[in-house]
């Protein structure tokens, strides 16, 4: 029989405030989730990640058992501090948790790169529990841990990000003796045909800093009677907001809610901020309309980045100054900037639209954009209405939510 622990005192659950993110152990909904394994199950890694079943079978643990997988590792993960542990275990959170404490290498270059596991004693690894799909591992140099993934679309994303000004994780090629420190030649080779990198992130989170995303955060709003997209704006505006005009430019079609989400104080379960924007590796994506995971109501992610646009009024100009990111082809950068100068065109247009309190959506901006360019002059709202009432599509109103 498993027992729920956390290493610091927690909060009991109370009455709404969007500040606290009140997921203790004295909850009930936790302690229900718990007993049903729902809370195991969905910390547990996912099958589906490259490497995971080596990871199992190289640590004798079931694939189809999270619970027991769980178990075997304590529930620990770099995400926050919660934990499990057997009623009869004499252990504390210093004892065990991942942010002080050894981790095995050996299992992150499996993890990382397929290669064979070389240590099989009992293992303290983060790998049982890290979520995503990519190749990755948390490797600790020196006193500090950083997340190693097979991404090269990380760096060009980091990049893109930096000239825009938006709060984001930083992401770097690892190569020369590092490199040789985690793969071989013949795995740095294999890495090269696949017209990939290994790049690395630092950890963002500590023993005073989880993270909640999205996921969770919007159950606890709805078990609360709120609207977690209304909250989110309370909490963060600008973060939210930027959000939306980065994944744009990027063409991210990766953003789902285990994939964005806020910083919480782990000693008082208050919620501080939106956390950096991360995980980048399916952006530059070719599809040409992308929907939206972030916003309330449905919408494409050029919709949702011109209604952010127009109220942050982000300088855009860095992405005309940069030159090519070298991990993106010429096509890809392209792209990017052509989103880059679709959104510095048609949020001026939308705002006209807004002041003279018209219906609008991107479709309209979208044509009205062509025309203009074409006509090389101003179209004003009224002549446009009048040249394309008959093609006026359902208005998508003026806001995110």
Partial sequence: MCRYSRWRRTVPAASWNRNCFRWASESRTLR????????????????GRTNAKLILNS????????????????????????????????????????????ISKSLAVTALLGESLTEHEKIRTPE??????SAKAWIRKENDLYLYKIGRRE??????????????????????EELKEVASDDKQEQIELWNEKVVKSGLITSEERSLVTFEDYK????????????????????????????????NNMDRHTGNWGLFMD???????????LMDHDHAFAKMNKIYSQTTGRHMTLQEAAVIAQSELHLDVSGLFDMEKPELLTQE?????????AALQRLVPIY???????????????????RWTKLLHRKIKVSEFQELSAAETAESIGTGLC
Wanted: aromatic residues 10%; charged residues 20%; negative net charge.
């Fill in 32 to 47: 229900w989730l718990i007993i049903n394994g729902v809370w195991l199950s969905n910390r547990a890694i996912q099958l």
């Fill in 59 to 102: 640590l004798r643990l079931p694939q189809t058992n999270s619970i027991a997988v769980c178990e075997a590792c304590h529930a620990l993960n770099l995400t926050d501090c919660y934990w499990i542990r057997n009623e009869e275990e004499a252990l504390n959170w210093h004892d065990i948790n991942l942010y002080c404490n050894t």
């Fill in 128 to 133: 049982l529990t890290t979520q995503g799909i």
């Fill in 155 to 176: 760096v060009p994303a980091s990049q893109i990000l930096d000239a825009l000004g938006i709060e984001h994780v930083n992401y770097y090629v690892v190569e020369g």
């Fill in 219 to 250: 159950y606890y709003c709805e078990s609360q009677g709120r609207d977690p997209f209304d909250e989110i704006l309370k909490l963060d505006r600008t973060h939210y907001l930027q959000m939306q005009v980065a994944d744009y430019i990027l």
């Fill in 266 to 276: 782990n000693r008082t379960g208050a919620l501080m901020r939106l956390h950096p």
């Fill in 332 to 340: 890809e950068w392209d792209q990017v900037q052509a989103r880059g």
């Fill in 351 to 369: 705002e006209e639209f807004l002041r003279e309190g018209s219906d609008v959506n991107i479709e309209m901006l979208e044509k009205m954009d």
